[in-house]
């Protein structure tokens, strides 16, 4: 059974820096597209950044520059280093693996899902 637990996710003032992980189990992760989502309460979830299973990226034009995504196979786990942090960056992430993903930042490209950390960015 796929599995995926993200935490990291915090209250930062504006400027400030927060590491997201996110441990899976039940599968590798090295052999699935992984990605980062994020949702804000009555809008629509959306990428924020991936890394595919040969471990080309790619990222939301919001976060370029600012956010990084990587993975760690030894340990399974996947990252989104998240610096100069925006009060618009302010949601939910989650973070999701898909098998033969096509459009990288697509939710439904993605059949397996955490339950979220809650980033918090105050001005």
């Known amino acids: 059974q796929v599995q995926l637990v993200e935490s990291g996710g915090g209250s930062v003032q504006a400027g400030g820096s927060l590491r997201l992980s996110c441990v899976a189990s039940?599968?590798?992760?090295?052999?699935?597209?992984m990605a980062w989502f994020h949702q804000v309460a009555g809008k629509e979830r959306e990428g924020v950044a991936s890394?595919?299973?040969?471990?080309?990226?790619t990222y939301a034009d919001s976060v370029k520059g600012r956010f990084t995504i990587s993975r760690d196979n030894a340990k399974n786990t996947l990252y989104l280093q998240m610096n100069s942090l925006k009060p618009e960056d302010t949601a939910m992430y989650y973070c999701?693996?898909?098998?033969?993903?096509?459009?990288?930042?697509?939710?439904?490209?993605?059949?397996?899902w955490g339950q979220g950390t809650q980033v918090t960015v105050s001005s």
């Open positions: 039940g599968y590798a992760i090295s052999r699935y597209a």
């Open positions: 999701a693996a898909g098998y033969l993903v096509a459009d990288h930042l697509r939710p439904l490209e993605y059949n397996h």
């Open positions: 890394i595919a299973s040969d471990g080309s990226t």
